[in-house]
Every structure is written in structure tokens, then in C-alpha cells.
């Protein structure tokens, strides 16, 4: 168990290009979250996977970001036509069953710039 | 919309000093968990405090869950340099689609020099 691995971990573009991002979360780990952290904020939600069910999306998560889980194994989390704004951590996480009593389990994020 | 306020946003302190951190929240939480990050890094889990006035101890940091489920502080006793980082807590509770959320607070950024 190598814990969630994200890649890349620094992708630098220019604004109005699109962006994929890719988290592999721990292998026996069915629940799998995006967060998004700018600085000197906490991480904020974007959106949640069981399985390969999106559940649950934030009103962050403009028509500009989609993802995936396909086969409820790794994650991809796409940003279309980027802006400055998006500039920031994006965080992966995965969860057990009870991720009220153990946790999530982070990457260690993919820092996006928009220049 | 759930709010966590943390205080204080900066801390430093001489290696050897005791200090205590706090999160606060007009809302209830299910859980309350405390996470600390290094740059570049994701959060790593703490510890969890589910019962109202649960106290955790974790070798030198001390966590506790206020009565009503609201509030939770962090001390460490004997700070080393090991111990900087940002200290963040985060509030858990299940949405309608049953998905566990955090709510996190900004942070404390903890600087012990030595």
C-alpha cells in the first residue's frame, strides 16, 4: 500500500488551456473525495465518488471541471478553458467505510498554476 | 453554510514551550478531526474526537472535543522543531447523499524554532 498517489505534482498552463489531473487512491478504499486548497485557506470540497458513482459535487464545481472514476478505481479530475482563478492545490483523498472514525487518507495534491 | 474559526492564524515559539490552539464553530459536528500539513504536502490525519468532552492524548499533543460538539483545541506540551507545520481542524458531517464531509478551518501555522 503506497497510500494516494496524484500526478503531476506541479502542472504550470496557460489560461484557456484544459488540464487533467489523475489520483490513485488506496486500493480497498471505495470512497474517493476532491478538495481544492488556495493559500493560506483550508482545503475546500469539490466532489465525492463511491465506487464509480459521483455522488455529490459542490457549487465550486463550475461546467468547467468534470471527473471521473471509471471502474471505481483511479480518478480524474478535468479543468476546461483554465482561468487564474483556478490556481491552486487539488487535493485527492480516499476513504474507508467509516471516515468518521478513521479519517481521509490525502495525496500529496497536484499544485496547479494559471499564468 | 458550517464555519470553522481558528485561532491563533500564526504561532511561533521557542523549542521547549507549551501552547494550545483553538477551532470554533457555530455548528454542531458528528466528528471533529485534527490534521497537520507540511508544504507541498496533503494533510495527514491526527486524531478524530467523536464524544462531546473527549479528551486524546497522542504522546505530547493533546486534543479535546468541547461538550457540545462545537469546538476542540490542540495543546502540545514540550514543542520540538518537528512539530511545525500548519495545523488544521476540520469538522465532519454526512450530507443527503451520505458522503462524509469536512468542513475545514484555515489553519494555524505553527513555527517552533530552536
Known amino acids: 500500500d503506497t497510500g494516494v498517489s496524484q500526478n503531476p505534482r506541479h502542472k504550470i498552463t496557460k489560461r484557456g488551456q484544459n488540464v487533467t489531473f489523475r489520483c490513485d487512491p488506496i486500493s480497498e478504499h471505495n470512497r474517493l473525495y476532491w478538495y481544492r486548497q488556495t493559500l493560506g485557506q483550508g482545503p475546500e470540497f469539490l466532489t465525492y465518488?463511491?465506487?464509480?458513482?459521483?455522488?455529490?459535487k459542490s457549487r465550486l464545481l463550475s461546467d468547467r471541471f468534470s471527473a471521473e472514476r471509471p471502474k471505481g478505481s483511479f480518478s480524474t479530475l478535468e479543468i476546461q478553458r483554465t482561468e487564474q482563478g483556478d490556481s491552486a492545490m487539488y487535493l485527492c483523498?480516499?476513504?474507508?467505510?467509516?471516515?468518521?472514525?478513521?479519517?481521509?487518507?490525502f495525496g500529496s495534491g497536484t499544485r496547479l498554476t494559471v499564468v | 453554510t458550517q464555519l470553522l474559526e481558528q485561532s491563533p492564524q500564526f504561532l511561533s515559539i521557542q523549542e521547549g514551550e507549551n501552547l494550545t490552539v483553538y477551532c470554533n464553530s457555530s455548528?454542531?459536528?458528528?466528528?471533529l478531526q485534527w490534521y497537520r500539513q507540511e508544504p507541498g504536502e496533503g494533510p495527514v490525519l491526527l486524531v478524530t474526537v467523536v464524544t462531546g468532552g473527549e479528551v486524546k492524548k497522542l504522546k505530547r499533543l493533546t486534543f479535546q472535543f468541547g461538550d457540545a460538539r462545537k469546538d476542540s483545541s490542540l495543546h502540545i506540551t514540550a514543542a520540538q522543531t518537528g512539530d511545525t507545520g500548519l495545523y488544521l481542524c476540520a469538522g465532519g458531517s454526512y450530507s443527503g447523499a451520505g458522503s462524509y464531509q469536512l468542513t475545514f478551518g484555515k489553519g494555524t501555522k505553527l513555527s517552533v524554532i530552536p
Open positions: 483523498a480516499s476513504s474507508s467505510k467509516q471516515p468518521g472514525i478513521y479519517g481521509y487518507t
Open positions: 455548528s454542531v459536528f458528528s466528528s
Open positions: 465518488f463511491q465506487n464509480e458513482a459521483q455522488l455529490e
